[in-house]
């Protein structure tokens, strides 16, 4: 199946729901110990079946004393619980397999998770650090609905050996305490009020304190507030209490700020039979890359970055990027670089059982101007070295080639660089340098290096400096040429720089300045290497 399709982000407005928003939860309460399982019993152990082994749990130091702070179902059907020291735990079971937690990891595994997670929608967040969001809005239709897209979904995370709670409703906050404290899986908008309501009031994201505040008046469940006055309850408990109310019930609006960019272009291709071989990836991406067409086509575009996404069978997604020196919507061209980049990472590319989805995105576009093919070698020449410059990019990464352009700035460090030739900016023709007083050396210091200077007199040039361990005397010298610092950039306290054109015995040619002026009662004026001449 191939969909060639335009993203979009939605936005929940600040009225009453139903606004057509479709929010997905997930909820990951063993997310630790699942990470653990996964590298000892392999990826479908939760589906087929663990081998005899003592409970699992992740104990670190909370307090200046080391507690549990994850279990996974056998711990926790032997009576184990988060925030019990550890050698507690060891007193009930001496079996215990314990394992010093780590955050890090857990954080890298719930971004693989979310990684996934694309194949269902682009626009993904994390949401702290046992959970994620997901926008279906618009893209459930492709799985049979709701119902079993969110089935599917559930199923294959078992079968990676995830235990997973989901749930999706028409906001954020209620898909989030539904799939954590309610058995629905699907919430409909006029269902909001009657789901949300017997549930604790820690399903609305309150903070402990609070939740604890609010049971000591006998307000217990999100019911009891709706039938609160609101002034009151913000007069003694804050705004916060009834915004979390607002928010899930669509009141008040909450946006879902996914945890990469979203694609101006997306074309895929979900496979039967998952493919390994590598002819058989770049005969896709051709394909994919023809899908491309005619969207750019219709936008009066080109791409200039691209990125592939390969997703493993067994939940692993490989994401390969590139970009084009000039807008570029040719399938030929595209496929063949992507053949340049997969022929570099081909020994990094694991296929393991092989690919089951294939995505080609364009996620920066530039304006392609039609022009009327004519005849003669410039054309061809210029269409040459663009195909050249993508394809040695490809191979060896953009920052093989660079350009120099100018700044608009005096100071000598910054008023030229070198950029990734495919991070340039297009120009039709030849971009004219800022004028300048006088020569500049062929070499410039991006770093100036201090030397030491000798003067006849405080305001005129060196007479001799020391450079390196190596003293020079001068015979000739140029200037001053006076450049008065940018203060926008560095600052009111800037100081200005004094430039000398010097020529020691030897006959090489110097570019000292000095930074500061002779003042009474100031600082002696230090003296700096800026570069030096053919």
Not at 434 to 448: G, K, T
């Amino acid at each position: 199946m191939t969909a060639c399709f335009t993203p979009q982000l939605s936005l929940t407005p600040a009225s009453t729901a139903p606004n057509g928003r479709r929010i997905l939860a997930l909820w990951f309460p063993r997310l630790s110990t699942d990470r653990l399982a996964r590298r000892r019993w392999g990826l479908s152990w939760r589906s087929t079946g663990r081998p005899d082994h003592p409970p699992v749990v992740c104990a670190g130091r909370v307090q200046n004393a080391v507690r549990l702070t994850a279990l996974d179902e056998t711990a926790e059907t032997i009576g184990l619980r988060v925030g019990q020291g550890l050698a507690e735990a060891r007193a009930i079971c001496p079996s215990l397999d314990a394992a010093e937690e780590d955050p890090a990891a857990d954080r890298r595994f719930l971004e693989a998770i979310a990684d996934w997670c694309d194949r269902y929608t682009p626009l993904v967040a994390l949401d702290g650090t046992d959970g994620l969001m997901l926008d279906v809005t618009g893209c459930t239709h492709l799985f049979g609905g709701e119902e079993a897209m969110i089935e599917d979904l559930l199923d294959r995370l078992l079968q990676l050996g995830l235990d997973a709670r989901g749930a999706i409703a028409g906001t954020p906050g209620l898909s989030w305490a539904a799939a954590r404290f309610s058995g629905k899986t699907v919430v409909a908008d006029p269902e909001m009020v009657a789901v949300l309501s017997p549930l604790p009031l820690k399903a609305l994201r309150i903070d402990a304190g609070m939740a604890a505040s609010l049971a000591r008046v006998g307000l217990k469940q999100v019911g009891d507030l709706l039938a609160m006055p609101r002034g009151p309850l913000t007069r003694r408990f804050g705004p916060a209490l009834l915004l979390r109310l607002d928010q899930a019930l669509g009141r008040e609006g909450e946006p879902i700020v996914p945890r990469r960019p979203v694609a101006l272009l997306s074309v895929e291709r979900r496979l039967a039979e998952p493919i390994r071989d590598e002819e058989a990836i770049l005969d896709l991406v051709g394909r994919l890359a023809a899908g491309l067409k005619s969207g750019l086509e219709g936008r009066g575009e080109g791409g200039r970055l691209f990125e592939l996404l390969l997703f493993r069978v067994d939940g692993r997604v490989f994401r390969i990027e590139l970009g084009a020196a000039a807008p570029l919507r040719d399938a030929g061209r595209i496929k063949a670089l992507f053949n340049e980049r997969l022929a570099v990472l081909h020994d990094d590319l694991d296929a393991g059982f092989g690919f089951e989805i294939l995505r080609l995105n364009v996620l920066c576009t530039d304006r392609l101007a039609e022009t009327q093919a004519r005849f003669g070698a410039g054309e061809a020449k210029n269409d040459a070295a663009l195909d050249f410059i993508d394809r040695v990019t490809a191979r060896f990464g953009e920052g093989c080639l660079r350009l120099p352009l100018s700044h608009a700035s005096h100071w000598p460090e910054r008023a030229s660089g070198l950029v990734p030739l495919a991070q340039a900016p297009a120009r039709s023709g030849p971009r004219p340098l800022p004028p300048v007083r006088n020569d500049r050396p062929i070499w410039l210091f991006a770093c100036p290096e201090a030397v030491e200077v000798t003067a006849e007199v405080p305001d005129g040039p060196p007479a001799s400096f020391r450079w390196r361990r190596t003293q020079h005397r001068v015979v000739r010298a140029e200037g001053p040429e006076r450049l008065a610092p940018e203060w926008w950039i560095d600052g009111e306290d800037a100081l200005p720089r004094d430039y000398f054109r010097i020529e020691d015995s030897v006959g090489h040619r110097y570019w000292l300045f000095r930074e500061g002026l002779y003042e009474r009662g100031a600082d002696r004026p230090n003296w700096f290497m800026q570069g030096v001449f053919a």
